[in-house]
């Protein structure tokens, strides 16, 4: 009985160990931060594509067309967490890129030859309307940003403070680009909080 009392001790603390370490492992990626299945859902609204060159990057930015710009509603930290999630949908490996100095944020999108192309997300929106929204210039802010995010729930998460502390942590109703419309009223976007 002892054996199989220490068997079962041993194996809940295992179980124990491996649900903090999953825990700990979604908080510190910001992924426990945004709704759930949020990049599977990415994966299934992108276009699937097998090149991620900048070719291919400018076809899919020529596309979108996201809601009008509207500074705390829908401005440069809805529009960047949206066009991340597209395209990280698409296969692209992307970031958002923050400054809190000029209280703005970018995507940032790394090419299959590494090549990081910066994106203003806000040049998508209907009211700035000026696609696909690369920025050419290399030696600007844009390609050297004080701050770059995996994903926009670290811009909210603990892992913000970490990473930059001192600075100020982003909410989370700067990047829920998922209740503006039409987003919040499509599926699966309106079951999302």
Request: one cysteine or more.
């Amino acid at each position: 009985m002892s054996l199989v009392f220490r068997l079962i001790k041993y194996l809940a603390i295992t179980i124990s160990i491996l649900f903090v370490i999953q825990i700990v492992r979604c908080t510190l990626s910001g992924e426990a931060y945004l709704p759930e299945g949020y990049y599977s859902a990415a994966k299934d609204y992108a276009p699937k594509v097998n090149k991620h060159d900048r070719e291919t990057l400018e076809k899919l930015l020529m596309e979108i067309k996201l809601p009008p710009y509207k500074r705390n509603v829908f401005d440069c930290t809805e529009a960047s967490s949206f066009v991340e999630w597209y395209l990280e949908g698409a296969g692209f490996h992307t970031f958002i890129a923050c400054s809190l100095s000029i209280h703005h944020a970018w995507v940032i999108v790394e090419l299959d030859n590494h090549e990081r192309v910066a994106i203003e997300a806000t040049m998508l929106t209907e009211n700035n309307y000026n696609p696909p929204g690369i920025i050419d210039n290399s030696n600007t802010y844009y390609y050297f940003p004080p701050k770059l995010y995996e994903n926009p729930g670290q811009m909210i998460s603990f892992v913000n403070s970490v990473k930059y502390p001192g600075n100020v942590k982003y909410s989370k109703s700067e990047i829920d680009w998922w209740n503006s419309e039409p987003f919040a009223s499509m599926e699966p976007f309106k079951n999302w909080d």
